[in-house]
C-alpha cells in the first residue's frame, strides 16, 4: 500500500471518525470543561479541539543551487489536511495535496514544459495560543513521499513521465479564529524533496534533492472540544 | 457472434491506440555531451542539440519525440540534460541549421544504456554546407522536353552504434544522392533546392529531346549558389 493510498484511506476514515466521536463527546463534556478552563501560551481547555480540518491553497517556491531552483517555476497548489489532537495542543496529521510548476529551463530537466508534484504526508506538531483569537502551529513530516507528474511535451503522444521522491516538510502556520469551530489560516512550509532520479554521477548533487517553499491560506473547521487522551482519562 | 467479433476488435483497435503511446523511463536522466568543430578544426557554436526517440534514419527524421534539447556554447562544447527512453530507435541529432551538416548518433537503447547513463560524443565535425537553388525554365517552342538530374553529396551524416561499436552497414554518411526530373509541355518549369558541404561538386546531367547525355560539374564555392538552365 502506498504513502497516499495509506493517506487518502485514513483521511476518509478520520472524517468519519471525528464526525460521530467528535460531536457525541462535545455535548456531554462541555459543561465540564467550562468549569475547569485555564488560559496559557502552550494550552486553554477553552480552546481545545479534537480534529481540524483544513483546505486551501498556496503558492509554492522553488529555491537553491538544484534542479527545482534552477528549474521549476512555481505556480499554485492546493491542500488538504486533518489532523488529531492527541493530547492538548499536541496533534498529528495527515496531509494530501498538489503543487504546479512550470518548467522554466527545459535544458537542465528534459523537454517538457509542466511538474505537478502530488505531496502526501504524515506529520507531527504543537499548536500554541499567543493570543485570545490566534493559535500558532509548528509541525514537521515524520513520513511523506512526492510524485512528480511531468508532462507538456512536444507530441501527445508522450502523455507524461514521472519521477519519486521522500519528503522532508517544516511548517509554521496560524490560524485565526473567528468562531469556535470556524478559523482562517495562514502558513509557510519549507520542503526538501529527497529524489529517487537515477543520474549521471556528475549530476548527482544537482538531482538528489530539491527545495521548495509554500505560502498558503485557507479554512480550518474544528470538531470537537477535547482531545484524544483526555477523552479516555 | 457478431458482439464476440466487434469485442475482439476493439480490443485490437484499444492495443494499437495504447502501443502507439511512447512510455519515457521514470525516474531518470541521462546527459549528453562532446564538442562541435568544422572542417577546419574551429569550434561550432549555437548549434541545436536534440535527444530523439523513433527517430527515422532519414535526414529530416520522420515521427520523432523531443526528450532533450541544448546548444553547444562558445567553445563548441555542449552538455544536454534530458529524459530517457529504451527504443531501437534512440538518437541524438546535432542540428546544424543553415550553415552547417546534421549529424545524427543513433542506437538501440533496448540492448544497451551506456556506463554512467552519459553519452559521449567527443569531438563531432560539421561540414559548412552551401544551399544550391536551380531553376529550369523551357524557352524554346512546344514538344521540346529537357531530362535532367544532380548528383550530388547529401550535409548529413547518421552513425549507427551497437553499444560502443559502429555499424558501418547501418550508417550513412555523406553519401551521394541523385535527383532527377523529365519537363515537358505539362510540366516545363521547375524551382527547387537543396543543401550540400560547401566546396564539393554538383553533377548535373541532361538530355534535351532524348539526345545523347551531357554532363557539366558545378562547384559550389559559395553559401549561396542559383543556377539557372534554360531549354
Given at each position: 500500500?502506498t504513502l497516499r493510498?495509506?493517506?487518502?484511506?485514513?483521511?476518509?476514515?478520520?472524517?468519519?471518525?471525528?464526525?460521530?466521536?467528535?460531536?457525541?463527546?462535545?455535548?456531554?463534556?462541555?459543561?465540564?470543561?467550562?468549569?475547569?478552563?485555564?488560559?496559557?501560551?502552550?494550552?486553554?481547555?477553552?480552546?481545545?479541539?479534537?480534529?481540524?480540518?483544513?483546505?486551501?491553497?498556496?503558492?509554492?517556491?522553488?529555491?537553491?543551487?538544484n534542479f527545482m531552483?534552477?528549474?521549476?517555476?512555481?505556480?499554485?497548489?492546493?491542500?488538504?489536511?486533518?489532523?488529531?489532537?492527541?493530547?492538548?495542543?499536541?496533534?498529528?496529521?495527515?496531509?494530501?495535496?498538489?503543487?504546479?510548476?512550470?518548467?522554466?529551463?527545459?535544458?537542465?530537466?528534459?523537454?517538457?514544459?509542466?511538474?505537478?508534484i502530488a505531496?502526501?504526508?504524515?506529520?507531527?506538531?504543537?499548536?500554541?495560543?499567543?493570543?485570545?483569537?490566534?493559535?500558532?502551529?509548528?509541525?514537521?513530516?515524520?513520513?511523506g513521499d512526492l510524485n512528480y507528474k511531468n508532462?507538456?511535451?512536444?507530441?501527445?503522444?508522450?502523455?507524461?513521465q514521472h519521477d519519486s521522491a521522500k519528503l522532508n516538510?517544516?511548517?509554521?502556520?496560524?490560524?485565526?479564529?473567528?468562531?469556535?469551530?470556524?478559523?482562517?489560516?495562514?502558513?509557510?512550509?519549507?520542503?526538501v524533496s529527497k529524489t529517487d532520479i537515477r543520474v549521471?554521477?556528475?549530476l548527482e548533487?544537482f538531482f538528489r534533492k530539491g527545495?521548495?517553499?509554500?505560502?498558503?491560506?485557507?479554512?480550518?473547521?474544528?470538531?470537537?472540544?477535547?482531545?484524544?487522551?483526555?477523552?479516555?482519562? | 457472434?457478431?458482439?464476440?467479433?466487434?469485442?475482439?476488435?476493439?480490443?485490437?483497435?484499444?492495443?494499437?491506440?495504447?502501443?502507439?503511446?511512447?512510455?519515457?523511463e521514470d525516474d531518470t536522466r541521462?546527459?549528453?555531451?562532446?564538442?562541435?568543430?568544422?572542417?577546419?578544426?574551429?569550434?561550432?557554436?549555437?548549434?541545436?542539440?536534440?535527444?530523439?526517440?523513433?527517430?527515422?534514419?532519414?535526414?529530416?527524421?520522420?515521427?520523432?519525440?523531443?526528450?532533450?534539447?541544448?546548444?553547444?556554447?562558445?567553445?563548441?562544447?555542449?552538455?544536454?540534460?534530458?529524459?530517457y527512453?529504451?527504443?531501437?530507435?534512440?538518437?541524438?541529432?546535432?542540428?546544424?541549421?543553415?550553415?552547417?551538416?546534421?549529424?545524427?548518433?543513433?542506437?538501440?537503447?533496448?540492448?544497451?544504456?551506456?556506463?554512467?547513463l552519459?553519452?559521449?560524443?567527443?569531438?563531432?565535425?560539421?561540414?559548412?554546407?552551401?544551399?544550391?537553388?536551380?531553376?529550369?525554365?523551357?524557352?524554346?517552342?512546344?514538344?521540346?522536353?529537357?531530362?535532367?538530374?544532380?548528383?550530388?553529396?547529401?550535409?548529413?551524416?547518421?552513425?549507427?552504434?551497437?553499444?560502443?561499436?559502429?555499424?558501418?552497414?547501418?550508417?550513412?554518411?555523406?553519401?551521394?544522392?541523385?535527383?532527377?526530373?523529365?519537363?515537358?509541355?505539362?510540366?516545363?518549369?521547375?524551382?527547387?533546392?537543396?543543401?550540400?558541404?560547401?566546396?564539393?561538386?554538383?553533377?548535373?546531367?541532361?538530355?534535351?529531346?532524348?539526345?545523347?547525355?551531357?554532363?557539366?560539374?558545378?562547384?559550389?564555392?559559395?553559401?549561396?549558389?542559383?543556377?539557372?538552365?534554360?531549354?
Amino acid at each position: 500500500m502506498t504513502l497516499r493510498l495509506l493517506i487518502n484511506t485514513s483521511l476518509v476514515i478520520s472524517m468519519l471518525l471525528c464526525a460521530s466521536v467528535g460531536f457525541a463527546q462535545d455535548n456531554l463534556n462541555e459543561s465540564e470543561s467550562q468549569s475547569e478552563s485555564s488560559n496559557t501560551f502552550f494550552d486553554s481547555e477553552d480552546r481545545q479541539s479534537f480534529f481540524a480540518i483544513t483546505i486551501g491553497g498556496h503558492k509554492p517556491f522553488a529555491s537553491g543551487d538544484n534542479f527545482m531552483g534552477e528549474g521549476l517555476s512555481g505556480k499554485s497548489g492546493i491542500d488538504f489536511k486533518v489532523q488529531m489532537y492527541v493530547y492538548k495542543h499536541l496533534f498529528i496529521g495527515l496531509a494530501t495535496g498538489a503543487s504546479y510548476f512550470d518548467v522554466k529551463n527545459q535544458e537542465l530537466l528534459g523537454s517538457y514544459r509542466k511538474s505537478r508534484i502530488a505531496e502526501n504526508y504524515i506529520y507531527l506538531g504543537y499548536e500554541f495560543l499567543p493570543a485570545e483569537n490566534l493559535r500558532l502551529g509548528l509541525n514537521i513530516a515524520i513520513d511523506g513521499d512526492l510524485n512528480y507528474k511531468n508532462s507538456g511535451f512536444s507530441a501527445s503522444d508522450i502523455a507524461e513521465q514521472h519521477d519519486s521522491a521522500k519528503l522532508n516538510r517544516y511548517e509554521l502556520y496560524l490560524y485565526y479564529e473567528l468562531s469556535k469551530h470556524f478559523m482562517v489560516y495562514l502558513d509557510y512550509g519549507y520542503n526538501v524533496s529527497k529524489t529517487d532520479i537515477r543520474v549521471p554521477s556528475e549530476l548527482e548533487d544537482f538531482f538528489r534533492k530539491g527545495k521548495y517553499s509554500t505560502i498558503g491560506i485557507g479554512l480550518v473547521f474544528t470538531i470537537g472540544s477535547r482531545d484524544l487522551i483526555s477523552r479516555f482519562l | 457472434m457478431k458482439l464476440l467479433i466487434r469485442f475482439f476488435l476493439s480490443c485490437c483497435v484499444l492495443l494499437t491506440v495504447v502501443s502507439c503511446e511512447v512510455h519515457l523511463e521514470d525516474d531518470t536522466r541521462i546527459l549528453v555531451e562532446g564538442n562541435i568543430i568544422d572542417q577546419n578544426n574551429l569550434p561550432v557554436s549555437d548549434v541545436k542539440i536534440s535527444v530523439q526517440t523513433r527517430r527515422s534514419s532519414y535526414n529530416e527524421g520522420e515521427n520523432q519525440y523531443i526528450l532533450g534539447e541544448g546548444y553547444s556554447n562558445s567553445d563548441g562544447a555542449f552538455s544536454v540534460i534530458s529524459l530517457y527512453d529504451g527504443d531501437e530507435d534512440f538518437a541524438i541529432e546535432i542540428d546544424g541549421g543553415d550553415k552547417y551538416s546534421t549529424y545524427v548518433y543513433k542506437t538501440n537503447t533496448i540492448n544497451y544504456t551506456p556506463t554512467d547513463l552519459t553519452f559521449n560524443l567527443e569531438t563531432v565535425s560539421l561540414k559548412k554546407t552551401a544551399t544550391f537553388n536551380y531553376n529550369m525554365i523551357k524557352t524554346s517552342g512546344e514538344s521540346n522536353t529537357l531530362r535532367y538530374s544532380f548528383k550530388y553529396v547529401e550535409g548529413f551524416c547518421l552513425e549507427y552504434y551497437e553499444g560502443t561499436t559502429l555499424n558501418e552497414y547501418q550508417s550513412l554518411c555523406y553519401q551521394e544522392r541523385v535527383i532527377g526530373q523529365l519537363l515537358n509541355d505539362n510540366n516545363p518549369d521547375n524551382e527547387w533546392s537543396f543543401r550540400l558541404p560547401l566546396g564539393e561538386v554538383v553533377e548535373f546531367t541532361y538530355s534535351i529531346n532524348d539526345e545523347p547525355e551531357i554532363t557539366e560539374i558545378i562547384t559550389i564555392n559559395q553559401d549561396s549558389y542559383d543556377f539557372t538552365f534554360t531549354y
